[in-house]
């Protein structure tokens, strides 16, 4: 079964001259999409200007995996922990109830653009935890690459969550198939350029659920970037409910 959010369908969020679309959008309530996609509690774009401070976030239990798609993204939180995350990378953040985080463009002339999958937390009184790694594109070109999953295996991010998430940039006409093992299910988005799923024509900003198949098959027409989820069909509820 494939589950079809378009790029326009996403909740746009403008202050302070920042941007901020959300694949999934607790509001709508009669949208089966509102609370997420089993364990993917929300998915957003960001683009944040020179020198922009993002407000600080409430503190919440949460995984949070931030990919800089462009730019550069400096970091600090209530601990006193502090850092910049750099174009091509991915950091993995796991933040307690007792954090506050804030976020600030580390460029005064350019731009940042982001990528972000918070995971439901797996259990209750998670400690604030911060790990970040590149992986060039050179790694990521043609091959869905890992950057995290349960345990980091092979180099990758380590998730506490039962999730996997890979990254890969085709060439125009390259295919790409991501088996599903029983019981799983994949969330992609697409972060540039064009490619087809069965008989959809997928482009920037659209996201697709995929459920009940035994794979993920998709065909780039133009170069094309994509981030994929791969987790259990029934997401774990949130501690305490």
């Not at 999934?24 to 401070?53: D, H, I, K, M, Q």
């Not at 995996?65 to 400096?74: E, P, Q, W």
């Amino acid at each position: 079964m494939i589950t079809l959010r378009r790029a326009g369908e996403r909740l746009h969020d403008q202050r302070r001259k920042q941007e901020t679309w959300h694949t999934f959008c607790p509001g709508e309530r009669t949208n089966p999409l509102a609370v997420g996609f089993g364990a993917v509690e929300n998915l957003s774009e960001n683009r944040l200007p020179p020198g922009g401070v993002s407000a600080t976030h409430p503190p919440q239990e949460t995984e949070i995996v931030t990919y800089i798609y462009k730019g550069a993204l400096a970091q600090e939180d209530s601990t006193g922990s502090s850092g910049v995350v750099h174009a091509g990378e991915f950091q993995c953040m796991t933040t307690g109830r007792a954090i506050r985080h804030k976020e600030t463009n580390a460029s005064r002339t350019d731009w940042a653009h982001i990528f972000r999958i918070s995971l439901r937390a797996s259990e209750a009184g998670l400690e604030c935890v911060h790990e970040q790694k590149r992986f060039a594109a050179a790694r990521r070109h043609n091959v869905l690459c890992v950057v995290a999953s349960p345990g980091g295996n092979n180099g990758s991010l380590r998730l506490l969550q039962d999730a996997t998430i890979c990254s890969t940039i085709l060439d125009p006409g390259r295919h790409v198939v991501h088996e599903l093992m029983p019981g799983r299910c994949a969330w992609l988005h697409v972060i540039c350029g064009e490619a087809t799923l069965q008989d959809l024509v997928l482009t920037q900003g659209d996201g697709v659920g995929v459920t009940m198949e035994r794979s993920v098959s998709l065909t780039a027409q133009e170069e094309t970037e994509i981030l994929l989820v791969d987790l259990c069909e029934q997401g774990p509820r949130p501690p305490g409910n």
